[in-house]
Nanobody
Framework: QVQLVESGGGLVQAGGSLRLSCAAS????????MGWYRQAPGKEREFAAA????????DYSDSVKGRFAISRDNAKNTVYLQMNSLKPEDTAVYYC??????????WGHGTQVTVSS
């Protein structure tokens, strides 16, 4: 099992930036991908961004493409989400996940991002 700890959330004004971090520990040897989902109040959890652990290929939802950038540091087992040009509709709890080579998925506890207008 992989343990995930997110950090970097907070309150920011519209147009501002935040960088989220997610550190993985435990059974990290077989991580194949990591990424972020988010859940706004009253809405379902939705995909935001993902990165493959070996080749570093990335994927983004249409709602964040061009504004968010996901990156990884394999040596630190850490994934980052740089969020720029933030909008009030980006307000959500952001959850980090890790998928292993057996397609098992572990989740972090989430970090709150609030964007004020």
């Amino acid at each position: 099992q992989v343990q995930l700890v997110e950090s970097g959330g907070g309150l920011v004004q519209a147009g501002g930036s935040l960088r989220l971090s997610c550190a993985a520990s435990g059974d990290t040897i077989c991580i194949s991908a990591m990424g972020w989902y988010r859940q706004a109040p009253g809405k379902e959890r939705e995909f935001a961004a993902a990165i493959s652990w070996s080749g570093g290929s990335t994927d983004y939802s249409d709602s964040v493409k061009g504004r968010f950038a996901i990156s990884r540091d394999n040596a630190k087992n850490t994934v980052y989400l740089q969020m720029n040009s933030l909008k009030p509709e980006d307000t959500a709890v952001y959850y980090c996940y890790a998928e292993d080579c057996w397609t098992r998925v572990d989740w972090g506890h989430g970090t709150q991002v609030t964007v004020s207008s």
